[in-house]
């Protein structure tokens, strides 16, 4: 399961035992509601990778300097979604027994939930930052309980009232947004809430998933639910620097859908902010 293979991240080449940090692709899209296609994009940014450079100018840190360990895409089955996302829960479970980091590249955001559910049974008190064009707080998409239309439900009903915690919010059903009233902490548009959440979160256990639809579609149209007027490259960078002080025991980047940008702009876009991400987080 761990053993070191040629097809890893740009810098991402450790050793399993030394790295801090595993990176895994969890390459699943068989909830998607609009446009699919993110099964392709943790394959897609490995590729892509190699097209920046390990070197980041706005932390002054490398990826070389770093350990992290690229365990490769999980094989999942198809037509199956309890057993494919069954088996990411089981793969992040190795890692955080290992007492190593998961990082998972999705796939559709239903994959976080595989992931969260690995971690609670380490960190109980865990919370959720999210940053998302949508809520994903469905009881059920057309009578699936199991979408990413309705993840940080699931997520929900694992952790309770006010553990997550969301940025960038701009659709959803109205009675999602009423709902969200009184279980989770919203902030619509933006990231205008994020140094009171990072303060009031400053010793707890923290889970962050980032759905790259949060990007306005102008800079990242590749993804399956495009959504106007998003957050920018920078806004998001920056955001990730504010929690980057925080606790951050796991973390994953969804969402992705290349064949929906034949320019390779989105594809780009995901490998730089993995980078910065990855520099950001490690400790």
């Not at 990778?49 to 690229?70: A, C, F, H, N, Q």
């Not at 919010?169 to 959440?197: P, Q």
């Amino acid at each position: 399961m761990f053993n070191k293979h040629d097809n890893v991240f740009i810098g991402c080449d450790s050793e399993f035992l030394q790295s801090k940090i595993v990176l895994f692709g969890a390459p699943f899209d068989g909830t998607t509601s609009y446009r699919p296609g993110a099964r392709f994009a943790s394959a897609a940014i490995r590729a892509e990778s190699y097209g920046i450079e390990t070197y980041s100018p706005y932390l002054d840190k490398d990826l070389t300097d770093i350990s992290v360990y690229d365990a490769g895409d999980i094989e999942l089955p198809f037509g199956n979604t309890q057993r494919a996302l069954d088996i990411i829960e089981n793969f992040a479970e190795k890692i955080t027994s290992a007492n190593k980091m998961p990082l998972m590249l999705g796939g559709e955001h239903l994959v976080t939930l595989s992931s969260i559910k690995a971690l609670a049974k380490k960190y109980p008190d865990m919370h959720i930052i999210h940053f998302d064009a949508h809520t994903d707080l469905r009881d059920d998409y057309l009578g699936e309980k199991l979408s990413h239309a309705c993840v940080m439900r699931r997520c929900w009903e694992l952790l309770g009232d006010s553990k997550i915690h969301q940025f960038g919010i701009r659709s959803g059903d109205k009675d999602e947004f009423y709902w969200a009233e009184t279980h989770v902490n919203m902030c619509k548009f933006n990231f205008d809430t994020l140094d009171d959440t990072v303060r009031l979160l400053a010793n707890a256990p923290v889970y962050l998933s980032i759905d790259l639809d949060v990007l306005d579609p102008s800079e990242f149209p590749g993804t399956g639910t495009p959504e106007a007027g998003g957050v920018s490259f920078n806004n998001l960078l920056d955001a990730i620097k504010k929690i980057s002080k925080l606790n951050i025991i796991g973390a994953d980047m969804v969402e992705l859908s290349p064949p929906y940008d034949k320019s390779g702009t989105s594809t780009a876009l995901a490998c730089k902010l993995l980078r910065e991400l990855l520099l950001n987080i490690y400790k």
